[in-house]
């Protein structure tokens, strides 16, 4: 009995090591994360695998496929539904004072028209330069627990890709303080939560296609080798590069950003360790041809107020699509929420659209998926001053104001009509690539 005892525990030991050594070896064969770049430093979380859409033809089936997260922590989001983010927010305990929540009353052009309307600024944190009222309150965007938030929140809402609201170094909006030194924490915070970052070049004071050239580098050098940096193709192409988009880019003349974006031209990024999908913002009807003769990979829509320009009009999305298929261009509408921007214009009324329950932006949604665009934009996550935000906010009221609010939906509602759209453009856009 004795014996048969030794043999069995023999027996037992030999499997044990067999199926420890098994376990080894499948570890050692699972297929890497898809990223090119070693994972941050003090980030211990994996991040899902993932593949970009690429272009718009050629293996579509496979992109569709591919276009979310396979696996790991957290919920799936979605590489080809991106999101407008902005890391301007400031309040006196992290930022010395309130930064953006104290908004100045942008005065309109006319000062017939602007003698009319109250002048000012916002006063936090009872009186904010927003119409509805975070969840959160009036925050800054450098507080972890609000960045942790952040990405909690988009990641629930299945956009994988934020784009981030960029200025250069030392440069800021006119209402705005510097954030650059921020972005390794957005690209970090980003990473932990399975999210990508692809960055969104505002105008600044003499902004043209050198300036651009060397924000580019800039960014490449800085960031190029980080896991979070989103990188796509351009149509026709096969290498991933990083994703630019290119705010007010009809302000610089399409002969000037040849000369960046075409190969050939005096600064060309074609082709250099500085090339990326760039996107110039369409707004009135002409941009279109400007955009497609400056060289941009495609064009992006922004503004959530339907019939505010061209653009922004639901209604014209098939025939933008229809130009970029021809001319070898990206399309990717905005779809918002709403608007609302009478806190700091008001006298912008004539802008405004309704939310209604959640049913503008689901008009919105539907019409950019008819339009059976390359990826979806949503205006916005969190830009509170103009009303297009679909972060978590709360009713709220004081002895001077009552903010608009959600209702009768919870904080969540524009999360979840999020989600649920970015799946239905998922799925449809498998059918479209059949």
């Not at 609201?165 to 932990?192: C, H, K």
């Amino acid at each position: 009995m004795g014996r048969l005892r030794r043999r069995a525990c023999a027996a037992l030991f030999v499997f044990a090591v067999f199926i420890l050594g098994a376990m080894m070896a499948l570890r050692t064969l699972k297929t890497g994360d898809g990223f090119s770049a070693p994972v941050p430093d003090g980030l211990a979380r994996g991040a899902a695998r993932r593949s970009s859409p690429s272009s718009s033809r050629g293996g579509r089936r496979a992109e569709a496929a591919g276009a979310a997260s396979d696996w790991g922590p957290g919920p799936r989001v979605f590489d080809d539904v991106h999101i407008f983010y902005y890391a301007w927010y400031g309040t006196p305990r992290w930022d010395g004072k309130y930064v953006h929540w104290d908004h100045v009353l942008v005065p309109h052009w006319d000062p017939k028209v602007a003698s009319g309307y109250p002048r000012g600024r916002h006063v936090p944190p009872e009186d904010i330069g927003s119409s509805f009222y975070p969840e959160l309150g009036p925050y800054s965007s450098r507080d972890p627990d609000v960045l942790e938030s952040h990405m909690e929140q988009i990641a629930a809402s299945a956009a994988g890709v934020l784009v981030l609201s960029w200025y250069p170094p030392g440069m800021a909006d006119d209402n705005g303080e510097p954030t650059e030194d921020f972005v390794p924490s957005i690209l970090d915070g980003a990473y932990r939560h399975n999210l990508k970052v692809a960055f969104h070049i505002q105008p600044y004071r003499e902004r043209n296609e050198q300036s651009v050239l060397d924000n580019v580098k800039y960014i490449i050098d800085r960031y190029g080798q980080h896991a979070a940096l989103y990188r796509t193709s351009a149509p026709g192409a096969a290498k991933r590069l990083p994703l630019f988009y290119i705010y007010d880019s009809y302000l610089t003349p399409a002969e000037s950003w040849s000369q960046l974006l075409r190969a050939g031209g005096a600064r060309s990024l074609r082709g250099s360790a500085y090339d990326g999908v760039f996107l110039g913002l369409m707004v009135e009807e002409r941009h279109q041809r400007e955009i497609a003769a400056g060289g941009f990979d495609g064009m992006y829509t922004y503004f959530a107020s339907n019939g505010f320009s061209f653009g922004s009009s639901h209604g014209n999305w098939k025939a933008l699509k229809a130009f970029c298929d021809d001319n070898g261009l990206l399309f990717v509408p905005g779809a918002g929420p709403g608007y609302a921007d009478a806190s700091v214009r008001p006298w912008n009324g004539h802008s405004a659209r309704e939310r209604v329950g959640g049913r503008y932006y689901e008009t919105a949604l539907r019409a950019a998926l008819d339009a059976r665009p390359d990826a979806l934009a949503v205006t916005s996550f969190n830009q509170w001053h103009e009303g297009t935000q679909i972060e978590r906010a709360v009713p709220k009221k004081t002895a001077a104001r009552v903010y608009l609010d959600y209702r009768p939906h919870g904080p969540r509602h524009y999360l979840e009509l999020t989600r649920r759209w970015a799946e239905k453009f998922h799925r449809e856009k498998e059918r479209w690539l059949l």
